[in-house]
Nanobody, 121 residues
Framework: QVQLAESGGGLVQAGGSLRLACAASRRTFSTYVMGWFRQAPGREREFVATINRSGGITVADPVKGRLTIPRDNDKNTVFLQMNSLKPGDTAVYYC???????????????WGQGTQVTVSS
């Protein structure tokens, strides 16, 4: 079973940028959807972005225009490049993979342990 490991979180000032990485233990991009989600304190987990098998990207409205999802197929790694960060982006960020977006929306599939992103004002 695939394992996911996020990295790259940290403290950044508002307006800054951060690049998160999600490394998969084996090749998944050609057969699975990769998604990024986040959960802020006291709030439910919310969708951030996904990249499908063919590289198509879907981005949530709150972050649209401020992020990209590059991936390195050779290293089985997908990234979340976030720019113009706001204090409202503060959350634990999770990557996840599953056969479909519907599975991820249901909270199923395989999830990483999460990485903390804190944006100071």
């Amino acid at each position: 079973q695939v394992q996911l490991a996020e990295s790259g979180g940290g403290l950044v000032q508002a307006g800054g940028s951060l690049r998160l990485a999600c490394a998969a233990s084996r090749r998944t991009f050609s057969t699975y959807v990769m998604g990024w989600f986040r959960q802020a304190p006291g709030r439910e987990r919310e969708f951030v972005a996904t990249i499908n098998r063919s590289g198509g990207i879907t981005v949530a409205d709150p972050v649209k225009g401020r992020l990209t999802i590059p991936r390195d197929n050779d290293k089985n790694t997908v990234f979340l490049q976030m720019n113009s960060l706001k204090p409202g982006d503060t959350a634990v960020y999770y990557c996840a993979t599953a056969a479909s977006m519907a599975v991820l929306d249901a909270g199923s599939g395989k999830w990483g342990q999460g990485t903390q992103v804190t944006v100071s004002s």
